[in-house]
Each structure stands twice: as C-alpha cells, then as structure tokens.
C-alpha cells in the first residue's frame, strides 16, 4: 500500500514538472525566436462586446438582424470561426478580453482596470501608487443603486464632481481623482504600502447597496481601510448631486510588469481608440497611441493618414458593447451597420491581413458582458476560405478556424502576413 502511495505521488510530480515547462515554453518565447521583418501590414478591428444572443427562441442576434453587406463579402473571402477570451464558461472584463487579441495569456497577465483607465486618459502611474476605476452612481433614500452610471451624466458634470472629490484629506496618501468620461473616473491614491488586494465596491447590480472595500489578505487591510475613509466621505460630498449623488470603484491595481509588441512579435503598432480605456490597454503593451478623432469614420481616417507609420494597426469601436449593456437590441443592430459601412474604406488601404472580431460578446438580451464565443473575420490572400458567406455567430460555428483562444489570433495574422518563420529543421 505504501509503495502504490509512492507510486502515484511521483506521477503526479512528473505531470507537475512537464507542465511548469510548457508553461515556460509559453507562446511569447517562441514568437521571440520566429518572428521576422517585412513590409506587410495587419488590421484589427474590435468591435467591443460583438458577439450577441436571440430575444426569443429561435429567433436571430444582434449580428444576425443587421444588414453586412460589406462583412459579409469579406467572409466570403476570408475564414472565419468563434474566439474564447478567456476560457470555456469565465466571462471577461475588457481588459482581458483585448490582452487576449494582442496574443498576451490572460490568465497569466492579470492587469487591473484602474491602471488601464489611468493609462488611457495619460496619467502617469508611478511606484507607490494604486489605482482604481470609478463609476457615477444613483442611490435612492434607502442608499441602494437605482442606475449603477447615474444616467451616464455629461462630461462636463463628472469634470465638477472629480473636481469636489479631490479635496478630500486622507492621512500619508496623496490623492488624484481624474475625470475619464461620462459618469467614468480614475482614483489614484499615492503612498507607501498600497497593495491592491482589495475587493471591488460596485455589486454589478440596481437594488442593492454599495460594497464596503474588503482586504482579500493582510497586506491589503491598510489599503482598504485608505479606500474606506475616501468613500465615507465621498458619499458626504456628492449626496446633493443628484443623480450622481454617490460612487462605486473596481479594478484596484498597480502598475504591472508586461513585454511590449515590438519586443515580443517585432511590430510597430499604433492604436486608433477613443475610449481612454482602450488607449490605455495599447500604451501597456507598447503601441503609439494616435489621436484618432472622436467616429468611427475618422479613426478609420487617421488610419490612412499614418499607413506607413506602423506594421499593425488597432481599432477599437465601443458602441456595440455600450447598446448591448443599455440592453438596446435594435441600436446595437445599428451601430453594427454603422461599423460594415466604413468597411470600404478601410479596405482602400489593401492591407496583407484585416481581422474583425470582439474582445467578449455583450447580448442586449442580458445587458453585460457573457462568456458566449466571439465571431470572429480573418482576410488575407494567404488564408483558406471556408464555406462561410454571412458574418454572424450561426456561420462562424462552422467556420475554418473553429473555436479557438483569442490568445492564437495574434499568431495567425502573423502567419498570414509572413511574419513567421518555420519553427524546427
């Protein structure tokens, strides 16, 4: 009996070893060794939460309702198939979800949302400092949410009330408080012994109450106790500021340690994004960030404009996962249109590998984000098309790259623009 007991635990070391060395032998590594030079470029466009779900049985999602005569072309010259951010079943933030498409394993780069909004709007995160996103909330007078973004309230009121919260005095930290958009803020507080281990205080819920910050281990209590004193007196600040008369936070984070783009695959990338967020995700991984305008017709402009700046160029479009949270089946119908009908032009540029794809899907028919597979468009002279005629999550089920990690999309457009050596003899 001693001996099988042996037996079985050296199995299970061995199976321990083999995989700590794939793990180390991590995709990064063998881009590093096979990746290559030449004058081909790639496209990504993300359009935010793409993927949706039917309202009713047997009927179509958002995809499948809008008129795509321009994707639906490229499908019939490309591949295509269903992406997973993450893994099977986990829903992801848009944090993980885009790391994923720039072939970084989300699962093992864990960033905070507080850095990338940071980020975003251009504020330098230093050593000492834990950053967190904010939200503009609306508690009703038994203090529960009734609208978690407070009607997402104009620019201009989220700049005054930034301005009010960051007179609030917290003992040994210095605090920032940045305005970002719409009812959307950045909290940076600066001192020493911030961990970030701390709970998020928005329950991702109308009709229940703001969480209190929670330590999530010991290093963490004396962050969550400065979180705590800038909360309490916040709800003093803001409780004649109707509607956003109180705030919630998630994503605390400090500044991570992530190879760039250009070290990892040899790309010089420049991102085309509106929303600080997203800017904030391309500056992390090391792509010039471009100011590209405020519609989606100017990104894809300024695109044009600095065609022989960068090797691979990203382009992200918020509105398919804002309408599919407001729960706006038909605008999100529309914006989805409005993304096909700049397809043309952004085709002028007659680049090597053009990929449209989400980071996650957002269903109207849920109003968050869902961990349902991503449709997924890769064009290119090099691919093999499949069968695939429309671009919707029905025919992508069939497609030619299947269900696949969104960390191996990265791979493919490499691939297909030759950006790849042969790996072995």
Not at 194 to 200: T, V
Not at 226 to 231: D, I, K, N, P, T
Request: charged residues 25%.
């Amino acid at each position: 009996m001693v001996h099988r007991y042996i037996a079985i635990s050296f199995s299970v070391i061995v199976l321990t070893i083999k995989e700590e060395m794939v793990t180390d032998m991590d995709l990064h590594t063998l881009t590093r060794k096979l990746k290559r030079k030449n004058d081909t470029k790639i496209v990504l466009v993300v359009a935010d939460g793409l993927g949706g779900l039917p309202v009713e049985p047997n009927g179509k999602t958002e995809l499948e309702t809008a008129a795509t005569p321009h994707l639906d072309d490229l499908a019939c010259r490309g591949v295509t198939g269903l992406s997973i951010p993450v893994l099977p079943g986990i829903t992801p933030g848009s944090g993980p979800g885009h790391l994923g498409l720039f072939g970084y394993d989300p699962l093992q780069y864990d960033i905070g949302r507080g850095v990338l909004e940071a980020l975003g709007i251009d504020f330098q995160v230093g050593p000492e400092d834990l950053a967190v996103r904010g939200n503009f909330c609306t508690l009703d007078q038994d203090g529960l949410i009734t609208d978690r973004r407070a009607g997402r309230i104009a620019n201009e009121l989220c700049v005054r009330l930034c301005g009010k919260l960051s007179q609030i005095e917290l003992r040994d930290v210095r605090l920032f408080v940045e305005p970002v958009r719409e009812h959307r803020f950045v909290v940076v507080f600066r001192g020493e012994g911030l961990s970030d281990g701390i709970s998020d205080t928005d329950p991702q819920a109308t009709g229940a109450a703001p969480l209190s910050p929670q330590a999530g281990d010991p290093s963490s209590q004396y962050a969550a106790e400065v979180v705590a004193s800038f909360l309490q007196q916040a709800e003093e600040v803001l409780k004649e500021e109707y509607p956003a008369n109180m705030v919630t936070l998630r994503g605390f984070s400090r500044y991570p340690e992530i190879p760039e783009m250009s070290e990892v695959y040899g790309l010089r990338s420049g991102a085309f994004a509106v929303y600080p967020m997203y800017r904030g995700l391309a500056r992390l991984v090391g792509m010039t960030v471009e100011e590209a305008g405020k519609t989606l017709t100017e990104q894809v402009q300024s695109i044009q404009t600095r065609w022989d700046d960068y090797d691979f160029f990203f382009l992200h479009y918020k509105y398919t996962d804002s309408t599919g949270e407001d729960g706006n089946f038909s605008e999100k119908v529309s914006r989805i249109e409005e993304l096909d009908s700049v397809i043309p032009d952004l085709m002028k540029t007659d680049p090597q590998v053009l990929i449209v794809t989400g980071d996650h899907s957002t269903p109207s028919l849920l109003r968050s984000h869902s961990w349902h597979p991503v449709p997924t468009l890769l064009v290119s002279p090099n691919c093999r098309p499949d069968q695939v005629s429309r671009f919707e999550e029905a025919t992508c089920l069939s497609g030619g790259l299947g269900q696949f990690p969104a960390k191996y999309l990265l791979t493919l457009a490499l691939a297909h623009a030759g950006r790849l050596e042969k790996y072995g003899a």
